[in-house]
């Protein structure tokens, strides 16, 4: 189960009470909406956090394949410095 730090739950159970207050008229306790909390975290939560895992997969994944062209570095390229500059006579 997904666990939220103290102040972050109670943030969440406050919000739940206001939106049932203002979207359905109706008052929730805060031991009600702290169980409607735990709930969602129960049974929604793990699906939003695999999605944020695979989304941040994702991100990495492009991140990497960024880095090729950020640090690469032309090999063997001593002499090609030398074969540029024109012939001594």
């Known amino acids: 189960m997904i666990e939220l730090p ?3 739950r109670q943030q969440a159970v406050a919000s739940i009470e206001r939106y049932f207050l203002e979207s ?3 008052r929730i306790g805060n031991v009600a909406a702290g ?3 735990g709930f969602f975290l ?3 939560g793990p699906a939003i956090y695999n999605q944020a895992v695979r989304d941040v997969q994702e991100r990495l994944r492009l991140r990497v394949d960024e ?5 690469h ?3 063997f ?4 410095k030398f074969d540029q500059r024109p012939k001594r006579r």
């Open 35 to 37: 169980g409607l909390l």
């Open 77 to 80: 390229a001593y002499w090609k």
């Open 42 to 44: 129960e049974e929604i």
């Open 6 to 8: 103290k102040e972050a």
């Open 73 to 75: 570095e032309e090999e």
């Open 67 to 71: 880095v090729d062209l950020e640090v």
């Open 24 to 26: 359905m008229e109706e």
